[in-house]
């Protein structure tokens, strides 16, 4: 809808063959994403956390999420900044190109269709389809969800396996007081500093002599290749006690739930 049809906006293969995106991906796992995925390592092999277990995964999301979102903004921020390389950028970054380029080629006036490509217009409301009456273009949330359905219809034979499975996180309190109740709950553990026993913060707990710094992950297609990343106890430490607090609470509040 936003690039125009038939420029190859997704491509069946190897990803290796697409060697701007593999870049970026690894730009996105150095910056950030191999430390979160190495501390919900951890989390699993010392803190209690079962991946398959979906009120598990709705815990991930109530303490982490707004953190890792930001770490994307961050990276995003950067990555806009940064100078690029070539004959056309000229080590100019993302921003400067586009600030350039508004300059020279001026800003479209605000268009409630303009994230839509012309060409995505002209066929299926251009001389291939109806034209756009002026009640269509005010409303132009419906004529998005119109082009949605009509191109996911026209893509679906190019589709040939079934969607990958992920994990969804189950809201575990049958209603919101509940919830309220348990943030309320979780809040008065977190400023006594309460650390729960059985949750892999003693000594005896762990497999050396201090709490470790460094956590193994395993990268790539086959999984073939393990990364050593590093997890600064200033950082991780004061996050995985936050996840067994909030586990130890979940945990608590469960045995309560009829």
């Known amino acids: 809808?936003?690039?125009?049809?038939?420029?190859?906006?997704?491509?069946?293969?190897?990803?290796t063959h697409n060697t701007r995106i593999e870049r970026l991906w690894v730009e996105v796992g150095k910056q950030f994403a191999r430390r979160w995925k190495a501390f919900f390592t951890r989390l699993e092999r010392l803190h209690g956390l079962d991946r398959k277990n979906p009120h598990h995964l709705w815990l991930l999301h109530f303490l982490f999420l707004d953190l890792i979102n930001t770490d994307c903004e961050i990276f995003m921020d950067e990555w806009n900044h940064h100078p690029i390389s070539g004959p056309t950028a000229k080590n100019q970054t993302p921003v400067d190109l586009w600030f350039l380029s508004s300059v020279e080629n001026g800003v479209y006036a605000e268009d409630p269709l303009e994230s839509v490509h012309p060409d995505i217009l002209s066929r299926y409301y251009g001389i291939d389809g109806p034209p756009l009456s002026q009640e269509e273009v005010d409303d132009a949330d419906?004529?998005?969800?119109?082009l949605e359905v009509e191109i996911a219809a026209d893509?679906?034979?190019n589709v040939h396996h079934e969607?990958?499975?992920?994990?969804?996180?189950s809201n575990p309190f049958p209603s919101p007081e509940v919830e309220d109740l348990f943030k309320q709950a979780l809040s008065e553990v977190q400023s006594t500093g309460l650390l729960p026993d059985s949750h892999g913060f003693r000594s005896s707990e762990w497999d050396i002599t201090s709490y470790p710094t460094h956590e193994d992950i395993t990268v790539g297609f086959r999984k073939a290749k393990t990364l050593t990343i590093p997890l600064p106890s200033a950082i991780w430490m004061h996050r995985a006690v936050e996840w067994a607090q909030g586990l130890r609470v979940l945990e608590q509040f469960l045995l309560e739930i009829p």
């Open 1 to 15: 809808m936003h690039r125009g049809p038939n420029r190859a906006s997704f491509m069946w293969g190897s990803s």
């Open 142 to 146: 419906d004529v998005h969800r119109t």
């Open 155 to 157: 893509i679906e034979s």
């Open 163 to 169: 969607p990958v499975a992920v994990p969804e996180p």
